[in-house]
């Protein structure tokens, strides 16, 4: 399976990197308030792939689709950061190619 990157929404909010046990690596983000733990993106993946995963660590990200701009930064109260933002960034830049990437 290829790698995943999901970004919903217009704003950004949170976002986890999740491996799944089909062997993809996952970075899945949604702007819904409903989504107010990572852990409940991490159900609402789940729900939707039907796909057991393992998580790996999130943080925020905020998207500005007007300016083609991307940031990722923190971590996950629960989870804590992945353990390597800089590979989860690649993923955006690829899956974002005309998007300027950030992490902090």
């Known amino acids: 399976m290829a790698d995943q990157v999901i970004i919903r929404g217009n704003k950004g909010y949170k976002f986890v990197v999740l491996k799944a046990d089909n062997g993809e690596t996952v970075v899945f983000a949604d702007d819904d308030p409903v989504y107010g733990l ?4 991490i159900r609402a993946w789940i729900r939707q792939s039907g796909v057991g995963v393992r998580c790996l660590g999130g943080g925020f990200i905020a998207i500005d689709r007007q300016i083609k701009t991307i940031t ?8 804590g950061c992945e353990p390597d933002r800089q590979q989860t960034a690649r993923m955006i830049r690829t899956a974002f190619p005309d998007f300027s990437v950030t992490s902090e």
């Open 72 to 79: 990722i930064w923190g971590s996950s109260g629960d989870f």
């Open 38 to 41: 990572h852990v409940w993106l």
